[in-house]
């Protein structure tokens, strides 16, 4: 993987995170719902499915001719 793919990869990461700090900042009671006991496992599945996404992009992207 080269430095500008793996520079893309993070970038798609990071407007993930920043788009739901942002969202954080502007409603914080409405964002709170997200972490309540009952409905904890939200967020923890979007990382991870996130994270997984991640690794399937630098495998796509990471291909030897």
Do not use: C, Y
Request: glycine content about 8%.
């Amino acid at each position: 993987m080269n430095p500008r793919e793996r520079i893309l990869a993070m970038a798609v990461l990071g407007v993930v995170i920043l788009v739901g700090l942002g969202l954080f900042l502007q409603n914080p009671a409405h964002m709170s719902k997200l972490f309540a006991p009952d409905l904890i496992w939200l967020p923890i599945t979007a990382a991870g499915l996130q994270f997984i996404g991640f690794l399937i992009i630098r495998r796509i992207v990471d291909i030897k001719v």
